[in-house]
């Protein structure tokens, strides 16, 4: 086993580290904006799930299990946003940046196998996809492996869909046990994509313990016939070079489209036989977001493209902001946007000061404003609710990125925009802005959804700090706590809640090869085409 077990004396002692635990609680319980219909589906108490670490937090006599039961104590609200980092001066762990002031541990240095495993979601009820996380109908299987993987092998490969039984000689079901308390999730699906992705890497946001020098997997064929697959870990940062070209087994494919225009936030494709339709493989709402779409929507004007329907492939899109302003140029149609709130409690007051620091720093926060819609709320509606100590702010156009906070939330398309009709497609992957994307288009009607829902994990802002242990003082770790919720556009809290496909296509290890051909296909036969 690869154990570190670092010197005892940076944890001070059981009464301080109690006492540091009982600090953690009343922030969290007091500060983060939990989502009542998130926590239902998951069956999850959050207070309760937090007390049941405590005796683990008071046992911990070394850095490194101090800061995994605090991880453990974290991963409790079920929220990917909120996550754990070390400070200088705090608890550390081993091989952790020393000459950075803050560092994620979920960005900590890793190792990984050369093979890629996906979730069969073949018996999954599309009901259950919100629910707990140990809901029936999953099975992870093989679905990608490097070249390097075959030479270690004399020649031989794992087949695509094999089913994964055990991992390093755990059942998978008590490997699933072990690892859910560290993994942080808004729904079902949230947990089991990230929890697959994560199989094949010895990543730090697993106990060290859990690991051993190599990674053993026994895999079932689809004849029945059991084996064991026993790979060696590259740290990731040599990942280029251990894994080389990944096979990309169901790779996104496009049959019958050409590549036309491409930036670092799509690719833009057109049909090779002169169909009316585009496809957008669209990559994220990053920080190009505004310029990438004046481009695509100033190419489809130059080319005769603006009439024609768009296949929009979000099956591998994330986070980011601003999608309200894409879609304003990808449909015809005034749409709600979605909206956002605060929950008012100690911390919100040194938040709004830092939002009117970046709006004096002119530093990028919205898209039609300069921040000062933002302020404008944070100094007027948000100050009154912290006067009369209300539970949350009003709901507000989100990050009155788009909208002041007087607007009704209805955006109208822009002036050069697509006008044909919508599909978008979706997979068992990302969520945060994409889930707020796809609420937008499902709750105005914009677009026909084909596949499965997204994570369903947005929230408004987050706040960060350093905990110190109450009586010594030192710094421990530094955590965050999530602000306020998003509202969906037909008045739903979107975390836990994230929009539903129209025609629920689950990923398989039946059809993970061509899972993507066949959402085309859908959105094709859904248009006509």
Not at 206 to 220: I, K, Q, S
Not at 241 to 258: A, H, I, L, S, V
Not at 312 to 334: E, N, V
């Amino acid at each position: 086993m690869n154990y570190y077990e670092p010197n005892a004396s940076g944890v001070s002692s059981p009464a301080d580290r109690a006492a540091l635990f009982d600090s953690m609680v009343d922030r969290i319980m007091s500060r983060d904006a939990f989502v009542p219909v998130k926590l239902q589906r998951l069956g999850v108490d959050v207070r309760r799930a937090l007390l049941a670490c405590r005796d683990e937090v008071i046992a911990a006599d070394s850095d490194e299990k101090l800061i995994y039961a605090l991880l453990k104590a974290s991963c409790a609200r079920k929220d990917p946003h909120v996550r754990v980092h070390l400070v200088t001066g705090g608890l550390q762990l081993s091989g952790a940046p020393v000459d950075r002031a803050s560092v994620r541990i979920d960005q900590l240095p890793a190792s990984q196998a050369p093979i890629r495993f996906a979730v069969d979601y073949s018996g999954v009820d599309p009901a259950s996809m919100h629910g707990p996380a140990f809901a029936p109908g999953r099975s992870v299987f093989v679905a990608d492996y490097a070249p390097s993987l075959v030479a270690l092998r004399g020649g031989s490969a794992p087949a695509i869909g094999d089913r994964l039984i055990a991992v390093n000689g755990q059942p998978f079901d008590d490997y699933l046990c072990c690892v859910e308390p560290y993994s942080r999730y808004a729904t079902a699906n949230g947990f089991w994509w990230r929890m697959a992705a994560k199989i094949p890497v010895r990543s730090r946001e697993y106990p060290p313990h859990f690991f051993d020098d190599t990674a053993t997997f026994t895999l079932e064929h689809r004849d029945g016939r059991i084996y064991d697959l026993t790979l060696p870990y590259k740290p990731t940062i040599d990942k280029r070079e251990w894994t080389g070209t990944w096979k990309e087994f169901g790779d996104f494919r496009y049959p019958g489209f050409t590549k036309v225009h491409e930036s670092a936030t799509y690719q833009l494709y057109a049909h090779d036989a002169g169909r009316p339709v585009v496809v957008i493989d669209f990559h994220k709402f990053g920080a190009t977001l505004i310029e990438d779409t004046d481009a695509l929507v100033a190419y489809a004007e130059a080319n005769g493209l603006l009439g024609h329907a768009v296949v929009f492939d979000a099956t591998r899109a994330g986070g980011g902001s601003l999608g309200a302003y894409a879609i304003r140029h990808l449909s015809p149609k005034p749409f709600r946007t979605t909206f956002g709130n605060l929950r008012i409690s100690d911390v919100v007051e040194p938040f709004a000061e830092e939002m009117r620091a970046r709006r004096d720093a002119r530093l990028p926060m919205t898209a039609e404003d300069d921040g000062s819609w933002l302020v404008d709320w944070l100094d007027t509606d948000v100050a009154k609710a912290v006067r009369c100590r209300d539970h949350y702010s009003n709901d507000v156009p989100f990050k009155s990125s788009h909208l002041p906070r007087d607007s009704d939330g209805v955006l109208q398309p822009a002036p050069l925009h697509f006008s044909g009709p919508m599909v978008c497609l979706l997979g068992p992957h990302g969520g945060s802005h994409l889930d707020q994307f796809a609420a937008m288009i499902a709750d105005n009607g914009l677009a026909h959804i084909v596949g499965m829902p997204a994570g369903g994990y947005s929230n408004t802002w987050e706040w960060e700090e350093t905990l110190h242990f109450p009586i010594c003082r030192l710094p421990t770790v530094k955590l965050m706590y999530s602000m306020g919720h998003t509202i969906r556009p037909n008045g739903q809290l979107l975390e836990g809640n994230p929009a539903d496909a129209d025609e629920f296509v689950p990923l398989t290890r039946d059809n993970y090869v061509g899972y993507h051909e066949l959402l085309l296909e859908r959105a094709m036969r859904h248009l006509g085409l």
